[in-house]
């Protein structure tokens, strides 16, 4: 058996990004991929009130990235994990949602994710080859078939505290901010 694939920095034991501070009241453990539409859904009905209670302290959210709609995904989760050892993780995840194409067209291409990078602020020659070039694709497998196991119903789901939470929460900005600050 081969040893694991060396993580990216900027990224949990258990390879999800943490956004908002340790010390949070409450963790939200988010499973999304980026091709998605659903989980675009999500984060256009809540993506708000998520950030406004992970500035306030109540909640910090860890995003699980996904690849199981496809070689687009990969691409997008491998620019994702260069975001994260930059410091740009949700910049770049907020302008993928943006900019998502159809499921399986072929979309996230490596000029678009460096495009979207740019956007997102993310301009370093090591983001740029580090799309180019993939260098988290075998990573971003591994950690899919590991997220498979942990969240075998599909995308958007959440955990919070460790609790499965109803996926229609998460479009729900109301109940979402009730749940997280309950």
């Known amino acids: 058996m ?5 993580s990216p920095t900027g990224h949990t034991p258990e ?3 943490l956004v908002g501070s340790e010390d949070a009241r409450r963790t939200l453990v988010l499973f999304e991929d980026p091709q998605c539409p659903y989980c675009r859904q999500s984060e256009d009905a809540t993506g708000d009130v998520l950030r406004r209670e992970i500035s306030s302290g109540s909640v910090s959210v ?20 260069l975001a994260a050892e930059a410091g740009h993780f949700d910049q770049l995840r907020r302008e993928l949602f943006a900019h998502q194409p159809a499921e399986q ?15 997102a602020g993310l ?6 080859s580090g799309v180019r070039e993939g260098r988290h ?4 497998v591994e950690r899919e078939e590991a997220f498979l196991a942990q969240d075998p119903d599909g995308t958007p789901q959440a955990q919070l505290d460790g609790e499965w939470v109803d996926a229609q929460v998460l479009y729900d900005p109301e109940a979402l901010g009730a749940l997280v600050r309950g």
């Open 137 to 140: 694709v075998d990573w971003v």
């Open 62 to 81: 860890e995003y699980r990235m996904r690849s199981f709609l496809g070689p687009e995904s990969v691409r997008a989760n491998n620019a994702l994990a």
């Open 105 to 119: 067209t072929g979309g996230f291409t490596t000029d678009e994710l460096v495009e979207l990078g740019r956007r």
């Open 2 to 6: 081969s040893s694991p694939t060396p």
């Open 15 to 17: 390879g999800g990004v």
């Open 123 to 128: 301009t370093t020659p090591e983001f740029v």
